[in-house]
């Protein structure tokens, strides 16, 4: 008698949270597909409260980007460039 022999496919379920995903977005300033960060994320890395982020954002120092879903992003290749 031959032996049957069953496969099973397991699947593990976990949750993702969103800040832990880096988002890709296209900076109109750098003119190419870049990693984003939140507003908040930006200020924590440049040791800025959010208000001095708006600031060098209006200001041009640093690249916005709004997303298609209305979400504000920052462009992360230009936090650091002198």
């Known amino acids: 008698m031959a032996r049957r022999i069953a496969k099973l496919k397991i ?22 597909e870049v990693e984003t960060l939140t507003a908040v994320q930006a200020a924590v890395a440049l040791e800025v409260d959010r208000l001095t982020l708006d600031r060098l954002i209006a200001d041009g120092c640093i690249h ?15 936090l650091f460039v002198k």
């Open 11 to 32: 699947t593990r379920s976990r949750t993702i949270e969103l800040r832990d995903i880096a988002l890709r977005a296209r900076c109109g300033v750098c003119d190419c």
């Open 64 to 78: 916005g980007i709004q997303t298609v879903i209305g979400s504000f992003r920052v462009c992360k290749n230009s």
